[in-house]
């Protein structure tokens, strides 16, 4: 889309259009979005195609749609958390990944579904409706971040951001199929962010590949004086390491993890990915992360939680 835009194949009101056609297509049995922001959204991809029609320095990504969260705060806009309690709550500020993602003139497609103040994994447990698999819509699309892997996969959003506390964004890119990454935690802002569990939550991106997911990171990437745990790093170009070549690459696999509870068909899978780098080059090692078992206990919280609102 970027490289049509530049080459002006296409304008950024004709992307945004189709989006909206086919959110209206598919998302009624899909059910991704809470709501979403048609208007603002074409009058904004106007502006970007005046300012490039007139000869106007924009930003290569400016005019490209995203679909986000709905734990993440917009001016103006409804952030329910996927939460009957925040249904009219209007954010009155931006997060700063938003303030950052306007500066690049994005366009929000509008909210995405999630569970409830993000607890869940299946976005089942969401107080306005469950989100379905695009793939099997009798299937879950993990959770929380199930609608932004969901619209990411169905084509109703060429990406979107996430959050994830304990997978919340991995699982469901996993059970989409699509791509998922939980940056280190403090490389991106989480102020404007409703927190589930300050100290784990990670903002980032769900994207079609892992090309989008590192130009997505670019943007929302980097200090934010508004967060505490922000660190103070150096900008990178995380596209530079984008590269074809892994050997060499140590990639290790926890034997506590392929025991007892695993499902014999997401074993094999896993096992034949790490067959396929060795033939590329990398050196795939068993090895033990014998303190995996006491990150269950974030599960157990998160279950324990959930039955009591249950």
Not at 161 to 186: E, F, M, N, W
Not at 230 to 242: G, H, I, Q, V
């Amino acid at each position: 889309l970027v490289e049509k835009l530049e080459k002006g194949e296409v304008t950024s009101v004709e992307i945004t259009k189709s989006y909206f056609d086919r959110i209206k297509e598919i998302d009624p049995k899909v059910k991704a979005y809470v709501s979403t922001m048609e208007e603002e959204a074409m009058a904004k991809a106007s502006e970007i195609d005046e300012k490039r029609k007139a000869g106007e320095k924009v930003s290569a990504l400016a005019g490209i749609p995203i679909g986000i969260k709905d734990n993440m705060c917009i001016t103006g806009t409804k952030t329910t958390c996927s939460s009957k309690m925040l249904e009219n709550f209007v954010a009155p500020y931006n997060a700063t990944l938003i303030e950052k993602l306007n500066k690049e003139d994005a366009i929000y497609l509008g909210k995405l579904n999630m569970d409830e103040f993000a607890m869940g994994g299946s976005t089942e447990n969401s107080a306005f409706f469950k989100t379905r698999n695009p793939w099997d819509l009798d299937r879950v699309p993990g959770g929380s971040s199930g609608g932004s892997a969901a619209a990411v996969a169905a084509g109703i959003a060429p990406w979107a951001l996430g959050s994830d506390t304990g997978g919340s964004i991995r699982q469901p890119a996993s059970l989409c199929g699509v791509v998922g990454l939980k940056p280190t935690y403090g490389l991106v802002s989480r102020y404007g962010l409703v927190a589930f569990a300050s100290s784990l939550d990670q903002i980032g991106p769900i994207t079609k590949d892992v090309t989008d997911a590192a130009m997505l990171l670019n943007v929302i990437a980097g200090h934010d004086e508004k967060d505490s745990t922000s660190m103070d790093l150096e900008a990178k170009d995380y596209t530079k390491a984008l590269v074809n070549d892994v050997k060499g690459m140590r990639i290790g696999l926890p034997k506590e993890y392929f025991g007892e509870g695993i499902n014999e068909e997401v074993k094999q899978a896993i096992l034949n990915v790490a067959k396929k780098y060795e033939e590329m080059g990398a050196i795939v090692e068993d090895c033990s992360f014998e303190v995996g078992q006491y990150a269950t206990s974030v599960y157990y919280i998160i279950a324990c939680a959930e039955a009591s609102s249950n």
